[in-house]
């Protein structure tokens, strides 16, 4: 299907563990974003991507590690995750420059990840 | 520090009248602004958005409202629908760049 999706979408994993959140897009938009939203905090970016092999941090990079080898891919990985990372995390996409609509963001449904 | 701020976390509206999200921001870069909505267990969808060189954009029952001088926007949704009822985020892009800054949501409730 066309569109934003995101696996798993639910995980549950133990402090220390490394995990990888996978995102895929089929519109092939440049950018791809992704977010982690916590009550009070609503929505931070944590990393963001402009084209294959160019990533970029966020306002919350700290603890995560990306990559982004082909353009409709953006997997997410903690390398070491801790109960602060318990949170659901969303995936974006947008055209970028040159589209009638360059900066509006397409979410994926999620992945709610908690760390025990 | 949080540049983009929606001080209401909630707001209750009866069915048919009209719902108002306000936003503010403290970045006088951003020159793009979007509104958000999102369902539990969704992700956020899309709904309406303005560029910093208009002060009004109306899609349906949806008009966003800029005022650049107070650093502020409002969503207005008339009329409010029980399938209005949902989070709404408010966000807003600097000049040159690609990503946005979220506010915390609003959460709207609509009486029917």
């Known amino acids: 299907d066309a569109g934003i999706t995101q696996s798993p979408r639910y995980k549950i994993t133990e402090t220390g563990r490394q995990v990888t959140l996978m995102c895929h897009q089929t519109?092939?938009?440049?950018?791809m974003f992704w977010y982690r939203q916590d009550l009070g905090h609503g929505l931070r970016l944590i990393y963001y991507?402009?084209?294959?092999?160019?990533?970029d941090k966020g306002e919350v990079p700290d603890g995560y590690v990306v990559s982004r080898s082909k353009t409709e891919n953006f997997p997410l990985t903690l390398e070491s995750a801790t109960r602060s990372q318990t949170s659901v995390y969303f995936c974006?996409?947008?055209?970028?420059?040159?589209?009638?609509?360059?900066?509006?963001?397409?979410f994926g449904p999620g992945t709610r990840l908690t760390v025990t | 520090d949080q540049q983009v701020k929606q001080n209401s976390p909630s707001l209750s509206v009866q069915e048919g009248r009209i719902s108002i999200l306000n936003c503010d921001y403290t970045?006088?870069?951003?020159?793009?602004f979007l509104w958000y909505k999102k369902y539990p267990a969704e992700g956020p969808t899309f709904l309406i958005s303005i560029s910093s060189i208009k002060d009004k954009n109306e899609d349906g029952r949806f008009t966003v409202f800029l005022n650049k001088s107070a650093k502020h926007l409002s969503l207005h949704i008339v009329p409010s629908q029980p399938g209005d009822s949902a989070v709404y985020f408010c966000?807003?892009?600097?000049?040159?760049?690609?990503?946005?800054?979220f506010g915390t949501g609003t959460r709207l409730t609509v009486i029917p």
């Open positions: 519109w092939s938009h440049s950018y």
């Open positions: 991507s402009a084209a294959a092999d160019i990533t």
């Open positions: 974006a996409s947008s055209a970028g420059t040159g589209d009638p609509r360059p900066y509006e963001q397409y």
């Open positions: 970045n006088s870069m951003f020159d793009y």
């Open positions: 966000a807003a892009r600097r000049t040159g760049a690609n990503n946005l800054f």
